[in-house]
């Protein structure tokens, strides 16, 4: 038994996932919990680490499951080949990803970090830079701004920001 890799259609990867686990094949999603602005406030969202792909374990002997499903389930676009050959994935890959997903809370990806320039997009201060400082409860984030050749510090929505750049 080889693991594969799965290329699947956009967003879909959670699909296809489960679609291949019902027909009984054995497939692993490393996912990334990332910060991500929804309903106007931070949310913590469970992303692919690698969008668009999984793996899959499939035995090439005979005796092994049929390959021919996989390509026809909801949520796959196919399976990734060099060549007519699927592209094998080595074991140690997969064993070192289920440890760091299994190694305890990961800290999710920050959509702002402490220091980053960034810029108002709605309300009286719009089109101002400003320096995230940090994130104050889960619907407010303390900014700084320069007023008068003073820093300033303000809260506003996450919502209202966007990264410089």
Known sequence: ??????HT???Q??????????????????????EKI?????????EPLFPRYLF?????GA????????????????????GTEPAKVAPCLIDTLRL????G????????????????????FAGIEVVYQMSNGESRAMVLLEMLSKPVTMHIAPVNLRKVG
């Open 63 to 82: 005796s092994g499951k049929s390959w021919g499903p996989i390509r026809s389930t909801r949520g796959v676009s196919r399976l990734v080949t060099f």
């Open 105 to 124: 809370a990961k800290q999710p990806l920050r959509l702002f970090k402490p220091g980053d320039r960034v810029v108002v997009t709605n309300g009286p």
């Open 1 to 6: 038994m080889h693991w594969y890799v799965v």
């Open 56 to 60: 899959i374990r499939l035995d090439a």
């Open 38 to 46: 929804r309903q106007g406030g931070l949310a913590v969202v469970e």
């Open 100 to 103: 760091q997903d299994n190694a």
């Open 13 to 34: 990867e959670k699909t296809a996932l489960l679609n291949l686990e019902q027909q009984g094949y054995e497939c692993y999603l490393p996912l990334l919990p990332t």
């Open 9 to 11: 259609k956009p967003r």
